[in-house]
């Protein structure tokens, strides 16, 4: 068993003043997970997707499909 820790890290396009996920995607191969949280709050629990839904929504998001 792994005890690998989340490297959390935002995107690059990420100046929009804080209003930002953290991605730890470190863990998709070793644990089947990639974590997110809400940048401004790290302390609370994060979302766990699995790579396959992380990819879809990544997917959507550069296709458009996910604006408000």
């Given amino acids: 068993m792994t005890t690998e820790t989340p490297r959390w890290f935002t995107s690059s396009y990420s100046e929009n003043g804080g209003a930002c996920i953290e991605v730890a995607a470190n863990l998709a191969t ?34 458009g499909a996910l604006t408000p």
């Fill in 30 to 63: 070793t644990h089947g997970t990639v974590p997110i949280r809400d940048s401004k709050d790290p302390h609370r629990s994060a979302l766990t997707l699995t790579p396959s839904a992380w990819a879809a929504f990544v997917g959507g998001v550069q296709q």
